[in-house]
Structures are given as C-alpha cells and as structure tokens.
C-alpha cells in the first residue's frame, strides 16, 4: 500500500458549544480528485482549515504525505497549494504581481518563477488581464486569480474550498476542466461543493459529509449502490384501479408505488428488466399508458437517502 496522500483520523473540532466535526475520517490517495460533498455548514472549510493547520482542532490526528502536519511544517506546505472559499488576492497587486507574489512564497529562483507565472496565467486564461488590479475583475475572472496564485508554484496536492461558487457557467466550466488537467499533470485534488453534479462530473472518489461526520464515501458507483434505489419509474395513466397498485407493488424488485394526479411512479431496487415487468403487467390487464419515464439514481438520491434530506443552496 501507497502512502496516503491526506490522512485524517479522529478528528474532532468545537467552535465553543457546536461540534463542527465529529470524529471525522478520510484518507485520500495519490492522483485521485477527491470530492468532499456536504451542505453549508456540513464543516467542509473547517476540514481545509484543520488540514492546513491554520485551525487548531481537539481531537484526531492529521498527516500530509506519511508526516504528520503542524503548522510550522513548511515542508509540506510548500508541496500543497491551496485556493480558498473567500477569494484572498491582495488589491494593491495587479494579476501578474500577484501570481508572482504568492509563487515567490515558495519559488525563489526568478528565472524558474517567472515560467511558472507564466504558465499559471495561460492557465487560467488571464493573459489580456495581466496588469489588471483586482478590484477591475469581474466575479469569474478574479475567482481564475485566485486559482491561479493558488497553483502557480506546481504543488503536489491542491486544495480547493468551493472554487465555483457564484461563478458564471463559463468561468465554472473552465475551473472544472482545469481542475481535470492539474490532476492529469499529476497534482492530487481535494475538491469540496456542495454542488452534486461537480463531483460527479470531475471526482474519482467522493465523501458525503454532514454535521461533521463523513457518513459516506466511494465512487459515484459505489455511492449508487449503497442506496435501495437502483431505478425510479414514471408513467402516465389516465385511470389506474387500486386493485392494481398493489399488485405491481407486488411485482418483483417493487418497493414503493404511488398513483398521484394520472402519474403511476414505482421504485425499485435492484433487478434489471423493471420497467419491462411494469409495462407488462398494463398491457395484461389492458390499462392505457402514455409516456414512460425511467431514471436511475443520483448523486442526489444518495444524500437524500443517507443524510434524509436534500442538498441545496
Ligand atoms: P462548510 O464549509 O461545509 O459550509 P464550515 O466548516 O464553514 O462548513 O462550518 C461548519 C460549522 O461550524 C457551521 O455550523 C459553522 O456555522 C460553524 N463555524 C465555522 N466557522 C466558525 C467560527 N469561526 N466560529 C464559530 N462557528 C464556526
Ligand atoms: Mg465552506
């Protein structure tokens, strides 16, 4: 077995009396974009923050690369690149100066730095803004800075704390496929939202966190098949006896069947063929369908079903 890459074990944090994390774990390998899924307030920062040692915590143990993390281990920082929630550019700088900056932080031979600058703003794709202040940027672009200063230096492992939030279609698709392309490089990634298609979308594994505890953690298969739903049918009948809801309830795989406003909707778990099996049973008893509607799960049935609620804004 590898190192992991993250090692979270235990860890317990308290802002006075509200426990943000409770007994949380995680271990995250090399070259995986690891997806730390939970609702605001789920205690996603405060994990960075703990991470990073920027936040003292009371109880558990964290290491970064086989070591454990303290917040004097600047060895390990300098391989670890992080793109906060709350954009942290400084104002005074323009977007060349800034990348520059933050870069210098852990670059000191300047011929080396300024390549890397370089190629953090082709990157980012802020080549026509470079002497911009940050102040003149609009919402996404200043969001790619703060990318950009984040990842400038070529670290190991990068961090991202909602880098999409209130970003632009635009601006959010170029994150993404920037964050796919780091990760293809060869930088491991920690990705937290609260959005579900992300993860979906970019996360090799993802951790379904809620109220500090890491209640679920897989692929996006995996996560699928810890849920009962495997398949959710809807079809439109004009006039459905009762006697015949219980009988498709009946029907092999069936768990739940409901009749409301002409629309018969009925979940399965497991089994191929359901949908088959239903439309078979109407067409036996001669009761008149319109149009079949079949989905399998999502990311979103499985918080739903794991947390009892639903994961919005
Ligand atoms: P997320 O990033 O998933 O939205 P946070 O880690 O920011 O969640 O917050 C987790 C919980 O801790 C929330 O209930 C939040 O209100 C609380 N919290 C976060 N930071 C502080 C703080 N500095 N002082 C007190 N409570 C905090
Ligand atoms: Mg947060």
Known sequence: MSTPVVKIENLVKRYKELVALDHFNLEIEEGEIFGLLGPNGSGKTTTINCLLSLLSYDKGNIEVFGKKMNPDSYDLKRQIGVVMQNVAVVDELTVYENIDYFCGLYV????????????????????????FFPKKLSGGLLRRLNIACGIAHK???????????????????????????????GATIIYT????????????????????????????????????????ISIDILDLPDAAIDEIHALKHVYEVTYENHMLT????????????????????????????????????????????????
Do not use: W
Not at 156 to 175: F, Y
Not at 267 to 278: E, K, R
């Open 155 to 185: 670290p190991k492992l990068i961090i991202m704390d909602e880098p999409t939030v209130a970003v632009d279609p635009q601006s959010r698709n170029k994150i993404l496929e920037g964050i796919v392309e780091l990760n293809r490089n």
């Open 193 to 232: 939202s609260h959005y579900m298609e992300e993860v979906e979308q970019i996360c090799s594994r993802i951790a379904i966190m809620d109220k500090g505890k890491n209640l679920a953690i897989g692929t996006k298969d995996e996560l699928k098949q810890m849920i009962k739903k495997s398949e959710s």
């Open 108 to 131: 000191k031979d300047k011929a080396l730095r300024k390549q890397y600058v370089e190629e953090a703003i082709a990157f980012v794709g802020l080549d026509d803004f470079r002497k």
């Open 266 to 313: 009925v979940l399965c778990s497991g089994g191929s063929h359901n949908l088959i099996h239903v439309l078979d049973y109407l067409q036996q008893h001669e009761i008149t369908f319109g149009k079949v509607y079949s989905e399998l799960p999502t990311l979103n049935d499985v918080f739903l079903e794991i947390t009892g609620k639903e994961l919005r804004d």
